[in-house]
T-cell receptor, first 111, second 113 residues
Framework: GQQVMQIPQYQHVQEGEDFTTYCNSS?????IQWYKQRPGGHPVFLIQ?????EVKKQKRLTFQFGEAKKNSSLHITATQTTDVGTYFC???????????FGRGTSLIVHP | NAGVTQTPKFQVLKTGQSMTLQCAQD?????MSWYRQDPGMGLRLIHY???????DQGEVPNGYNVSRSTTEDFPLRLLSAAPSQTSVYFC????????????FGQGTRLTVV
């Protein structure tokens, strides 16, 4: 079945440094979604990418969808302590509506 | 609009006890799923359902049962709780169509002693 791998598992950064998490699928995706889970909270939808090569920005967050629609990245510029949490990617594809979630990347920001 | 509601929020069980985690959604979503989240393991899919009367196993189904008698409800049953089932459990739902986001419940923190 479809697998979505996400790296790294953890990332420690100093406040102000940049952060990137990567998502790779074993199959071509129809779309990729990103979610954020604050400590003690539940995953909340951030954004969805649908088109090959698509790039979307939300303030300091930049989301990219690969040309082959098999990989994606989330980049945070100049991290802040409010960015702390776990970021998940999820993709639909392989002929199935069922979303497959990556294991997530936990971002720890040191002030 | 309540979204996805999970109960209870916290639960402590003794080894061998059984219990049911409740999940209800009011968005008429066809797809519902249960995940467990453990430190260092991320979200792991336990069971899922694509509609009333239809369920299937995910990555880590052992020790859990589910049923889907209505579109709204998708309870998760622990048959005989074990310490290895100590975890945070999330229920999620979404429409069964392309390009649709998932909605998560607030989670149930379960401790088995």
């Amino acid at each position: 079945g479809q697998q979505v791998m996400q790296i790294p598992q953890y990332q420690h950064v100093q406040e102000g440094e940049d952060f990137t998490t990567y998502c790779n699928s074993s199959t071509t995706l129809s779309n990729i979604q990103w979610y954020k889970q604050r400590p003690g909270g539940h995953p909340v939808f951030l954004i969805q990418l649908v088109k090959s090569g698509e790039v979307k920005k939300q303030k300091r967050l930049t989301f990219q969808f690969g040309e082959a629609k098999k990989n994606s990245s989330l980049h945070i510029t100049a991290t802040q302590t409010t960015d702390v949490g776990t970021y998940f990617c999820a993709g639909q594809g392989g002929g199935s509506y069922i979303p497959t979630f990556g294991r997530g990347t936990s971002l720890i920001v040191h002030p | 609009n309540a979204g996805v509601t999970q109960t209870p929020k916290f639960q402590v069980l003794k080894t061998g006890q059984s219990m049911t985690l409740q999940c209800a959604q009011d968005m008429n979503h066809e797809y519902m799923s249960w995940y467990r989240q453990d430190p260092g393991m991320g979200l792991r899919l336990i069971h899922y359902s694509v509609g009333a009367g239809i369920t299937d196993q995910g990555e880590v189904p052992n020790g859990y049962n589910v049923s889907r008698s209505t579109t709204e409800d998708f309870p998760l049953r622990l048959l005989s709780a074990a310490p290895s089932q100590t975890s945070v459990y999330f229920c999620a739902s979404s429409r069964l169509r392309w390009n649709t986001e998932a909605f998560f419940g607030q989670g149930t923190r379960l401790t088995v002693v």
